[in-house]
């Protein structure tokens, strides 16, 4: 099986700074694609935060571009986001996801971690 495991959400004031850390661990053969997504009170669809592509380019939300930068440390299964300049409609779930082929069985399978909540009070 594998886990997808955030942490690193919190309280911070408008213009603040957070960083969240997301692992992924287990019966892992790849990665595809892992990234950050979040869903924002009374909204029903999550959406795109920041997230790297199968060959490491990255793709940013509009909302994020200039404030937000995502990392990642490949030799851990990890991806890391640092949200500058926060704003208070920044406020969300924020959930990791993975897209990750297991040494079990040759095909890809999404991988969801329980979402790490960020509050920016104004």
């Known amino acids: 099986q594998v886990q997808v495991v955030e942490s690193g959400g919190g309280l911070v004031q408008a213009g603040g700074s957070l960083r969240l850390s997301c692992a992924a661990s287990?019966?892992?053969?790849?990665?595809?694609?892992m990234g950050w997504y979040r869903q924002a009170p009374g909204k029903q669809q999550r959406e795109l935060v920041a997230?790297?592509?199968?060959?490491?380019?990255?793709n940013y939300a509009d909302s994020s571009k200039g404030r937000f930068t995502i990392s990642r440390d490949s030799a851990k299964n990890t991806v890391y986001l640092q949200m500058n300049s926060l704003k208070p409609e920044d406020t969300a779930v924020y959930y990791c996801?993975?897209?990750?082929?297991?040494?079990?069985?040759?095909?890809?399978?999404?991988?969801w971690g329980q979402g790490t909540q960020v509050t920016v009070s104004s």
């Open positions: 996801h993975a897209d990750v082929q297991t040494t079990i069985a040759p095909r890809f399978y999404q991988y």
């Open positions: 287990g019966t892992i053969f790849s990665i595809n694609t």
């Open positions: 997230s790297f592509n199968s060959d490491g380019s990255t």
